[in-house]
């Protein structure tokens, strides 16, 4: 078994998959907050206080409401955004722009993992719930930048979000990529279901193991498990 690669079993069969599980793949799809970056890094800290800061603004309430209604937006429209756009007609390029106006500063070059990434034959992207300037500021603040043919945000899925299957058909009809050729790579479980659904190879990247069948392979250490899928 390879260190790091920890999979459940391929349908039929008790044989744990290997590194062969992902010869086939021409197209690797990376999520950006928490999968190339550490949780520890609290970026999401700083974007959560702009969000509420914002539905207070836009709603009329106060900051305990606000917090409600952000988890009642995400419980039922899956992100903030889609909530707001969806009970209170905001506009989302705003938004974007506002509640990704954060500081960089606990990110750190990680020249390992972008060699690792480097090293990947094939297509590389990036697909994250945000928006795509935010992806890139975070991407230089890691030193990754350059390496990815492409980089996909919300917007570019008519602001649909993960998981929703439509976001997913936007941005992969973009793209042009085979899903039957290509892997996600996530530390939202709920956002590999329809990636496993279309046929892809699903990688959650998170401190512990979701306990799901579209869970395919978990790691607690991304660059770790790219350096073992290159051996």
């Keep these: ?52 800061k914002w539905v207070m603004a836009a709603v009329g309430v106060d900051r305990a409401e606000a917090d409600r209604l952000r988890m009642h937006y995400w419980q039922t429209h899956r992100t903030t955004l889609a909530g707001l756009m969806r009970e209170h007609d905001v506009d989302p390029e705003p938004y974007l722009v506002d509640v990704h106006d954060i500081s960089m500063g606990t990110l750190t070059p990680d020249p390992v993992l972008a060699a690792r990434i480097r090293a990947l034959p094939g297509r590389r992207i990036v697909y994250t719930n945000g928006c795509a300037p935010y992806a890139e500021r975070v991407l230089d603040a890691r030193g990754l930048s350059g390496l990815f043919d ?70 607690d250490d991304l660059s770790s ?5 290159q051996r």
């Design 1 to 52: 078994m390879i260190a790091h690669l920890h999979s459940l079993p391929l349908p039929h069969t008790t044989t744990p998959m290997s590194a062969d599980a992902f010869s086939h793949v021409t197209t690797w799809v990376f999520d950006l907050d928490h999968t190339l970056y550490p949780p520890e890094a609290r970026l999401f800290d700083l974007i959560e206080v702009r969000m509420t």
């Design 150 to 219: 492409a980089i996909y945000g919300v917007e570019h899925a008519g602001f649909l979000p993960k998981p929703e299957r439509g976001a997913f058909d936007a941005v992969f009809a973009q793209d042009k990529l085979n899903p039957l050729q290509a892997t996600m790579f996530e530390d939202d479980p709920r956002n590999l279901a329809v990636p496993h659904d279309l046929g892809m190879r699903t990688v959650h990247v998170a401190p512990a193991r979701a306990d799901a069948p579209h869970v395919q392979f978990h790691t």
């Design 225 to 229: 498990f790219l350096h073992d899928l």
